[in-house]
């Protein structure tokens, strides 16, 4: 079954330091990801997506992430986190439908 | 703003009333989706549409759920006598057709359900 892990529920870190948070994905032949950052009793939003080409990926918000195969990661980073990316950060896979597969989402806390 | 609209925002309602949901994406969006979001767990898919046409739902849409897309434009969720189970967040998600839209999901503030 297709599925998308990120082990960490929480990470603190603090305002000005860099921050990552780990996701891995089942390997398929087709591989669409993305990351997704929700608010406190908000939507989704997207922050960044890899569909193909360059592993490297920019997204919104000074956030970068890097699809590996090899590792079956696409892990999310930035190199220095404000108060205000406090929230809820979700990765997601893509399938045939593109119906989303969503991992159990990372807390980021920053702290001042 | 994504230009996806939910309605309501809240609805809290007792065990075994029946609720409805409403979806507005963008014209844009030929598919449309449905999400639950239990607390602590990330989305869930329930159901898609594209254009009118309802093409895949989930084991977690039990006989109690039904969704409609008429004329493709709004979609509504519907659940009949309601469990306390049932209480969630109910994410929509539009999709564009056009080329560098077409892999993009777009959601809505969603809807937060309590049953009590």
């Known amino acids: 079954a297709q599925s998308v892990t990120q082990l960490d529920s929480q990470v603190p870190v603090f305002e000005e330091a860099p921050v990552e948070l780990r996701c891995n994905y089942s390997?398929?032949?087709?591989?669409?990801l993305f990351w997704y950052v929700q608010y406190p009793n908000q939507g989704l939003q997207l922050l960044l997506k890899?569909?193909?080409?360059?592993?490297l990926v920019k997204g919104i918000n000074g956030f970068e992430a890097e699809f590996n195969k090899s590792q079956t990661s696409f892990h999310l980073r930035k190199p220095s986190v404000h108060i205000s990316d406090t929230a809820e950060y979700f990765c997601?896979?893509?399938?045939?439908?593109?119906?989303?597969?969503f991992g159990t989402g990372t807390l980021l806390a920053v702290q001042p | 703003d994504t230009g996806v609209s939910q309605d309501p925002r809240h609805k809290i309602t007792k065990r075994g009333q029946n609720v409805t949901f409403r979806c507005d994406p963008i014209?844009?969006?030929?598919?449309l989706y449905w999400y639950r979001q239990t607390l602590g767990q990330g989305p869930e898919f329930l159901t898609y549409?594209?254009?009118?046409?309802?093409?895949?739902k989930s084991r977690l849409l039990s006989d109690r759920f039904s969704a409609e897309r008429p004329k493709g434009s709004f979609s509504t969720l519907e659940i009949q006598r309601t469990e306390q189970g049932d209480s969630a967040m109910y994410l929509c998600?539009?999709?564009?057709?056009?080329?560098?839209?077409?892999?993009?999901?777009?959601f809505g503030p969603g809807t937060r359900l309590t049953v009590t």
């Open positions: 997601a896979k893509g399938g045939a439908t593109n119906k989303l597969i």
């Open positions: 390997s398929s032949v087709s591989v669409y």
């Open positions: 890899y569909l193909s080409g360059s592993t």
């Open positions: 014209s844009e969006h030929n598919r």
């Open positions: 549409f594209q254009n009118e046409a309802q093409l895949e």
């Open positions: 998600a539009g999709r564009g057709a056009e080329s560098g839209q077409y892999y993009e999901q777009y």
